[in-house]
């Protein structure tokens, strides 16, 4: 093959490699048993990390797409635990509803009471924000213990999100999180085990916020 040839098979538009990626995704989870928010968020996910299967492992409450969608709708806020999730999440498309994405992490406030607490910044940001949290969405894409923080607020009664992503990364602590959330009445989008991370977590958010777009023309 010359090398003039080598790069004529080559796609550039960017629209183009997006909707053959998600055609391609489609013939692989044809088979799954979700319906279709559930299809749009895994489908995102998988586009993300490049990796058929993840499809099948990812879970829902009943309830997780239609909450985060109203919740959207009603110009909620994201809460993440760390920046790379915040840089992840599309806020131009977000704050057309009304919302934005909020993270802590970094502030001097945060890490002071993460020391004086003795647990991490991000779970400090999320005890920090407490009753902030009702009714808006969580995404955790790196650090379980801030999944814990909440669900430990959530048990409380101290906040109630409308949606929990609760995707930490990690072996320690991730897959033990990501089990205790599915024990809890709040909605929430999960992948079990050791795999997650902050890109899957924007990318779960991200499918809602174009959902609601599309749903709104």
């Known amino acids: 093959?010359?090398?003039?040839?080598?790069?004529?098979?080559?796609?550039?538009?960017?629209?183009?490699?997006?909707?053959?990626?998600?055609?391609?995704?489609?013939?692989?989870?044809?088979?799954?048993?979700?319906?279709e928010g559930q299809r749009t968020v895994v489908k995102r996910i998988v586009h993300t990390t490049g990796d058929l299967s993840l499809a099948g492992k990812v879970k829902f409450h009943p309830r997780a797409v239609e909450a985060g969608l109203a919740?959207?709708?009603?110009?909620?806020?994201?809460?993440?635990?760390?920046?790379?999730?915040?840089?992840?999440?599309?806020?131009?498309?977000?704050?057309?509803?009304?919302?934005?994405?909020?993270?802590?992490v970094?502030?001097?406030?945060?890490?002071?009471?993460?020391?004086?607490m003795g647990i991490t910044r991000s779970a400090a940001a999320m005890r920090l924000y407490g009753p902030q949290l009702n009714n808006q969405l969580v995404a955790v894409g790196n650090a379980p213990t801030a999944l814990f923080e909440v669900l430990r607020m959530v048990q409380q009664g101290t906040a109630v999100p409308a949606l929990v992503v609760g995707i930490p990364v990690g072996f320690v602590g991730a897959a033990e999180s990501k089990a205790l959330l599915t024990k809890f009445n709040v909605p929430y989008i999960t992948l079990p085990g050791t795999r997650g991370?902050?890109?899957?977590?924007?990318?779960?958010?991200?499918?809602?916020?174009?959902?609601?777009?599309?749903?709104n023309g």
Not at 78 to 104: E, P, Q, S
């Open 1 to 35: 093959m010359t090398e003039k040839d080598c790069f004529s098979e080559i796609i550039w538009d960017p629209q183009t490699i997006e909707n053959t990626s998600m055609a391609e995704i489609e013939k692989h989870i044809g088979a799954l048993q979700l319906d």
């Open 71 to 104: 919740a959207l709708a009603a110009g909620a806020r994201v809460f993440t635990d760390v920046n790379m999730v915040r840089a992840g999440i599309n806020l131009k498309k977000l704050r057309r509803y009304g919302g934005t994405v909020c993270c802590a």
């Open 106 to 116: 970094h502030r001097p406030e945060v890490a002071e009471a993460a020391r004086k």
């Open 197 to 215: 991370g902050s890109p899957v977590a924007a990318a779960v958010v991200n499918a809602l916020i174009y959902m609601l777009e599309e749903k």
